[in-house]
Nanobody
Framework: QVQLVESGGGLVQAGGSLRLSCAAS????????IGWYRQAPGKQRELVAV???????NSASSVKGRFTISRDNAKNTVYLQMNSLKPEDTAVYFC??????????????WGQGTQVTVSS
């Protein structure tokens, strides 16, 4: 069982910055892909950005050039640096991870979510 613990959400004015962190509790599993999704009120959960074990990233077009994802494998932690925030970035941000056990089976995990609110 892997727990994903998020931190760094909050209230910020448009144009401001926030940094989200997500730490995975289990170090014996191999973390493959890890990253962030978000869900705004009345909308479906959507990809923000993820990073693979090789360092390759995938991000939504709406955040390209503003958000940067990075991971620290030694700390089992992923970061999302969010700059030039817009009111439409307001959502609950969820950490997401795909991990593999020693047998090679893969599992998906979600964090509890952290609220990001951008005021205009």
């Amino acid at each position: 069982q892997v727990q994903l613990v998020e931190s760094g959400g909050g209230l910020v004015q448009a144009g401001g910055s926030l940094r989200l962190s997500c730490a995975a509790s289990e170090s014996t599993f191999s973390i493959n892909t890890i990253g962030w999704y978000r869900q705004a009120p009345g909308k479906q959960r959507e990809l923000v950005a993820v990073v693979s074990s090789t360092g390759s990233t995938n991000s939504a077009s709406s955040v390209k050039g503003r958000f940067t994802i990075s991971r620290d494998n030694a700390k089992n932690t992923v970061y999302l640096q969010m700059n030039s925030l817009k009111p439409e970035d307001t959502a609950v941000y969820f950490c997401y991870a795909i991990v593999s056990d020693e047998r090679g089976y893969s599992y998906q995990y979600w964090g509890q979510g952290t609220q990001v609110t951008v005021s205009s």
